[in-house]
């Protein structure tokens, strides 16, 4: 990190910044690993590190604003706003730290349980079957069938009716707007040289 002052403790904010960025996306790459290859130990290894790097970067950011604060170089708001800044890498360093520890392979019977059960599905091999059509034949789920395609054909023809009553009821209104636009315009028109 750069020395004490105003623009190069800023300078040095923004480089613990992109140091904790950095890391984050170290951390998501790693997450993507095998637990167990050469790789993630890298890469482990190395983000542990940036860890110790960016909690030393954020303390000497502190002990700074610290030295500026009491040595009056700052004015109470402007600490006040870089307390606020390095309390921001602290909470950062935190969600850093925890992300880090944080193991996220599962293992098997885990990952079964974030999928939706399917014993429902297996049983009796329809998934959703309604009580009222459990007992029925399949001649008699095809007209059920067909009695729902009927009704949901008589709703799509009205339905379309509505829309095409709503279609000549805009053109309707389309028209009767354009000739008052247009009566207007011959009206200005004839009041104007």
């Not at 480089?15 to 890298?42: F, H, P, V, W």
């Not at 983000?47 to 002990?63: A, G, K």
């Not at 399917?118 to 059509?133: K, L």
Request: charged share 25%; proline share 2%.
């Amino acid at each position: 990190m750069a020395g004490f002052g105003g623009d190069s403790w800023m300078t040095d904010h923004d480089a613990c910044m992109r140091m904790g960025q950095t890391i984050i996306e170290m951390i998501n790459e790693r997450d993507g690993l095998q637990r167990n290859g050469s790789n993630y130990s890298k890469i482990n290894a190395e983000i542990r590190s940036r860890i110790r790097r960016y909690q030393q970067d954020i303390q000497l950011l502190d002990q700074n604003l610290k030295k500026a604060s009491s040595s009056f170089h700052l004015t109470q708001r402007e600490a006040d706003r870089r307390r606020a800044l390095v309390d921001n890498l602290k909470a950062k360093e935190k969600i850093l730290h925890n992300s880090f520890k944080q193991d996220v392979s599962f293992s098997a019977p885990e990952r079964t349980s974030l999928l939706p059960s399917t014993s429902g599905f297996a049983q009796d091999g329809w998934g959703g079957v309604s009580e009222e059509t459990r007992n029925l034949s399949v001649n008699e789920l095809q007209q059920e069938q067909q009695r729902i395609l009927q009704v949901q054909d008589q709703g799509l023809d009205e339905l379309s009716a509505i829309i095409n009553k709503q279609k000549r009821l805009g053109q309707v209104i389309g028209n009767e707007v354009d000739e008052h636009i247009g009566s207007k315009i011959k009206m200005i028109r004839s009041i104007l040289p």
